[in-house]
């Protein structure tokens, strides 16, 4: 089954999770950028309201064709208990995505609140069937084996 990882990290968890698990599944992975090019202090002055907000960050790629996957894969850091506005902005430019099967993954210091619902959701509402989600805290990734974890999660939905 061939998946596509789509993903932002502002500060490097994300990414270190989607690298890894992408290396054990064998899928392709798309870095996305926020054009708002936060620091760490406009992340929590600027980013917190517009993610609390729901709003979609302006991002590059702007659009991502996920036609030639059977799964896709879409990952945020956790910001106010929300999905990141670059992460709202990935679901929005996915094209030929119905259909398709999703899993939704996070990273947080310490809880997803309602991110995994609200990136859940939102996928759906864009016509792809959610067969799985996955959490990991600061505590979770410093055992370090979260990109296996996630990848099981992977795994079981492009089988299920
Ligand atoms: C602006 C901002 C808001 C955050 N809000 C939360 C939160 O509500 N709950 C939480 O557990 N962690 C929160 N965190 C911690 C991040 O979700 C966590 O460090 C995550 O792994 C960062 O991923 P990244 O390195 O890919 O950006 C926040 C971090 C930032 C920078």
Redesign the pocket.
Known sequence: MKTCMIFY???????ALATGAAEIVGADLVEVRDRAEYS?TT??LK??PRARRGEEAEIEPTEIDVGAYDLVAVGT?????NPTPAANAIIAALRNCEGKRAVAFA?????P?ETLEKLSKALEERGLTVSGTFHA??KDLKKGDGPERLAQVIRSASSA
Do not use: N
């Open positions: 990290s502002g500060t490097g968890q994300t990414r760490k992340m929590y980013g917190v850091p956790v910001w106010a208990g990273t947080s210091g310490i809880t609140g805290s600061a």
